[in-house]
């Protein structure tokens, strides 16, 4: 197979989200350490382990509509650098108030990033590859959240907390001089495209709606709300259990920090084989109708998530929450690839940026619904995996919802 521009677009979109989700879920990892350092309640941690999603959902809708006015290129670039930079920063803060300035800012540095890497994709791969293109790109957030706990597990035992952060600062800012050196906003700007190619990717821009709609005709779309809501209540799931995983581990089961940070390894990397599956099941067999596999993926995830809950002993629990994990990566792929290609290319940002202002809201409610929850009830993690049932079982109507019908202008 002849190597194409498009898959060097897709390797730095892969390698963006790997450093992204590393430098994100390393707090997951590390929180019960700095929470003794500062002395910090169930409720004070969740404040800490939400702060990043309130920046974050701040900038979701304007980094798409950036995205869309100035291009990829430069918004990934930009937000790499600031996360980056906010990442290292983090390692030195001196006390809780200062920590919760600091991850505010790495969300609003982050925020701009996910709408312009599909506005990217959007832009470089076909309809009937963009499950695939997402799948492969949205693996290497599980395997972010794979390594995160590893190197905390590892540098916590012999430098601290502190040196984690500090040391992840180097391979964002790299990594953000070649987005801008290697993406590109179209493929017309691209040296060295060969003849061939570059026709290619002109038949593949031809055949796809390019008018120009105003931003307000998508908030009033049916179905991009339905799919805004449904990642809302997937969300609020996936980032509990992603969150508060290593905290569960450690006083609930009674892991040491070597073993949480082994089995919650484990747990994301079925995560990333649920992504990667996804996006070949979803091109393969429901390219026209992906609201099946959400609705489908989400009924099972319940099932796996009670088993969890009352299974007796850490290991078990972790083994139906790593199932979980793998089914519902299939579903979180049919959940972002159906904006893809309900928008025009030239409007994508911004609706990405709508459906995951929705989905990072969550990232925001989680926490701290999961700290208030612990605090009343002495640690109760049982109630917390019951409850996360619940709420997945309650995505299942708005995935219901979703009609796959193009949004024209």
Known sequence: MRWKQRYSVLAIVFAAYLICYLDRMVMASAIPFIAEDFKLSSVEMGRVLSAFF??????????????????????????????SIMTAVTGIVPGVA?????????????????????????????????????????TSTALGATVAPLIVAAVIVSWGWRAVFGALCLPGIILAWFAWRYVKDS????????????????????????????????????????????????????????????????????????????????????????????????????????RIPIVITLIVSVGLIYLAAVAPNGEWAVTWLAIAFLISGIGAIAIITA???????????????????????????????????????RGNFALILSGLGAICLIAVFPASRIRQTAINA
């Open 54 to 83: 309130v920046g974050y959902t701040f900038m979701q809708i304007p980094g798409g509509l950036l995205a869309d006015r100035f291009g990829a290129r430069a918004m990934l670039t930009v937000s790499i650098s600031c996360w």
């Open 98 to 138: 200062t920590l919760l300035a600091v991850r505010i800012a790495f969300g609003l540095g982050e925020g701009p990033f996910p709408p312009s890497a599909s506005r990217a994709l959007s832009v470089w791969f076909p309809a009937h590859e963009l499950g695939r293109a997402n799948g492969l790109s949205l």
């Open 187 to 290: 493929p017309e700007q691209t040296p060295h495209l060969s003849a061939q190619e570059l026709g290619e990717y002109s038949v593949l821009a031809g055949a796809q709606p390019r008018e120009k709609a105003g931003f307000r005709r998508y908030l009033s779309t049916p179905t991009l709300m339905w799919c805004a809501a449904c990642l809302f209540f997937f969300n609020v799931v996936a980032w509990g259990l992603l969150n508060w995983l290593p905290t569960y581990l450690l006083k609930a089961r009674g892991f040491d920090v070597q073993r949480m940070g082994l089995f919650v390894a484990l747990t994301n990397l079925a995560a990333g084989i649920g992504y990667l599956l996804g996006g070949f099941v979803c091109d393969r067999y429901f390219a026209r109708n992906l």
């Open 339 to 377: 904006p893809l290609v309900l928008v025009p290319k030239e409007l994508v940002g911004g609706a990405i940026g709508i459906v995951n202002t929705a989905g990072q809201l969550a990232g925001i409610v989680s926490p701290l619904l999961v700290g208030y929850i612990l605090d009343l009830t």
